[in-house]
């Protein structure tokens, strides 16, 4: 599911992939569902290729989206009230062995304001189906 959410350097929020055309994407907004073309120029990842830096292997976003519902409930989190610290502080909480030095909290922000986004659009499922079968037939 997030391999069809975007993140677009210079727009705020999280869009989804309605269609793709020559040389540009067709996205809608998540929030507005406001839709708009995604030229090649534009810098745009797919959240479902992103990883966060951990003590051992990195992980996927997907799994830490999960970790955060789990932990949160479900609930939104109030990132405008929290500082540097307190960011650090809740995210070591959720995920014990992120890489202090390598997890800006920039980065800890901008990953709890896309877990409100997504939460506010009714998703609730982040980690690729996939990955757990792939893994469950290497065992």
Do not use: C
């Not at 793709?20 to 073309?37: A, F, H, T, W, Y």
């Not at 995920?95 to 922000?109: A, G, Q, T």
């Not at 409100?116 to 065992?139: C, H, P, R």
Request: charged content about 35%; glycine content about 8%.
């Amino acid at each position: 599911m997030l391999r069809t959410v975007l993140s677009i350097t210079g727009k705020p929020g999280l869009f989804k992939i309605i269609s793709q055309g020559n040389r540009m994407l067709l996205v809608e907004d998540i929030v507005s569902k406001k839709r708009m073309p995604v030229h090649a120029r534009d810098k745009v990842v797919s959240l479902g290729d992103i990883a966060m830096y951990t003590e051992g292997e990195d992980k996927p976003l997907g799994e830490i989206l999960d970790l955060v519902y789990e932990n949160m409930s479900g609930e939104k989190i109030d990132v405008k009230a929290m500082d540097n610290d307190g960011l650090r502080d809740k995210f070591g909480e959720i995920l014990v062995d992120f890489d202090r030095e390598r997890v800006y909290p920039s980065d800890i922000k901008k990953l709890f304001s896309w877990y409100n986004i997504l939460i506010g659009a009714g998703m609730v499922k982040f980690a690729e189906e996939n990955t757990d079968k792939a893994s469950a037939e290497e065992e």
